[in-house]
């Protein structure tokens, strides 16, 4: 999965009025190197972003900028810095933007036309300095895609390809206490206007489309009334979505309606095969719910991509209980996570001393390694659970030639190759804890 960079042009459309000459480097596309692009672009100020596994990628990159030209001004924001703006405390960050990301960014630049220091401004994080309080309106242009233009072709999810980025919410309602997204609205949440969505979704060109709001299936009456604009504006387009199973389960008609106006997939927070587990998590759901869920969006032939945590006290059985589960439920899209105690986090307090990866290996807290020590297996031993346990539920024979039917070769191909790749980094982990537990 590769999606465009939605937050930056957003950023770009916020500061458009301003006069500045603004580009956008995908650096996981850019085939060029960032010295390159410094000569070419020779700019006065960079602005990066990117998750908790980019940070020290972050600080290596404002280190090489100033090393390219000291005048040149380093900013970092996104969803990382707004939670744990800590993290990205460095001598070549000049400024880390912790709140208000848009309207701070713009008086950032404000100051720096005036030759005043920006330091003061309440969205840019100091040591000690009280956090401002969050903006819960959004008046602002539509993010200006053009800039990533010469990339756009690239971007996809899964069999959603190409695939576009929309935003029509901001935060969750519900707590679930593993979640990060909720912690960057300060666990609030609020809907853009529809009129405003359905006009930005006309002008995008691509029929993929990706809503990434943390819970799309909040209001049954919005969902309808969505669905509605669809259908009398004429829009042909196809959607990924996150949702709730409690509300898939209660408003199955909704489901139904939706998948007649283009609902495709929908990511869904299974979490756990086990009530205990669930209420652990405060998920306020049930798996009698999960089933139901499962399948509704079955019966509608909308796809569920389901995620779930494993347990850290988990023995083989347990990986042999929900193998048996999701074989059941006919479950062909599945992300297992071992449980991670974010920073931020309401589940992630308490486990400094238990980490056996420390929080400064920002690369490895990608929700893919295990930064706790299993207390039933060994961590090559778990490791290699989830490599049987992701071979058990995608290479089904049913579920290859069901795919093969409905998205071709050439996507399952491609799709095969990059599994190939993630099952080539879990044999690496086996490997290398196998060789820390024979020596």
């Excluded at 980019?54 to 900013?75: F, P, Y």
């Excluded at 024979?397 to 070769?409: C, E, K, N, T, V």
């Amino acid at each position: 999965m590769i999606c465009e960079p939605l937050e930056l042009e957003y950023l770009a459309a916020s500061i458009a009025d301003l006069g500045y000459q603004v580009d956008i480097l995908d650096m996981i596309l850019e085939k060029r190197s960032l010295s390159e692009l410094l000569a070419e672009f020779q700019p006065d100020l960079v602005a990066i972003t990117g998750y908790i596994t980019h940070v020290r990628i972050i600080k290596d990159m404002a280190d090489n900028i100033k090393a390219w030209s000291s005048a040149c001004l380093t900013v970092v924001g996104g969803v990382h810095a707004e939670v744990v703006p800590e993290d990205f405390q460095h001598h070549n960050l000049d400024a880390i933007i912790c709140a208000n990301g848009l309207s701070t960014f713009r008086d950032l630049l404000g100051r720096v036309m005036e030759g005043r220091s920006f330091l003061d401004l309440p969205g840019v994080w100091q040591e000690g300095k009280a956090r401002p309080v969050k903006e819960n309106t959004f008046s602002l242009p539509f993010p200006d895609r053009s800039k990533v233009a010469r990339y756009r072709h690239r971007y996809y999810y899964l069999f959603h390809n190409p695939c576009a980025l929309i935003k029509t919410s901001f935060g969750c309602p519900f707590q679930c206490n593993f979640c990060f997204c909720r912690e960057i609205t300060n666990h609030q949440y609020f809907e853009r206007p529809l009129s405003e969505v359905m006009e930005e979704l006309s002008q995008i060109p691509e029929q993929e489309i990706y809503i990434v709001d943390d819970n799309f299936l909040v209001n049954a009456e919005r969902v309808l009334a969505f669905c509605q604009e669809l259908e009398q504006r004429g829009l042909d387009k196809r959607f990924l979505i996150y949702g709730r199973a409690d509300f898939i389960a209660a408003h199955p008609e909704v489901i139904r309606r939706f998948a007649a106006n283009g609902l495709r997939a929908v990511i869904v927070g299974i979490e756990s095969c086990l009530d205990q587990d669930l209420d652990r998590f405060n998920k306020k759901s049930s798996l009698a719910i999960n089933e139901q869920a499962v399948a509704v969006l079955a019966e509608h032939q909308v796809d569920c991509y389901a995620t779930l945590i494993l347990g850290m006290d988990w023995s083989s059985a347990d990986f042999r209980n929900l193998a048996r589960w999701l074989r059941k439920m006919r479950l062909s899209f599945v992300n297992l996570q071992p449980f991670t105690p974010l920073k931020g986090t309401i589940a992630g307090e308490g486990y400094e001393e238990a980490l056996r990866i420390p929080r400064s290996d920002y690369e490895k807290w990608d929700l893919a390694h295990l930064v706790l020590q299993p207390s039933q297996l060994s961590v090559a031993a778990y490791y290699w659970h989830i490599i049987k346990l992701y071979y058990a539920v995608t290479f089904r024979p049913s579920s290859m030639l069901s795919l093969l039917r409905r998205f071709g070769l050439a996507e399952n191909i491609r799709l095969f190759l990059g599994s190939s790749r993630v099952t080539v980094q879990y044999f690496s982990k086996v490997l290398r804890n196998l060789r820390k537990t024979l020596k």
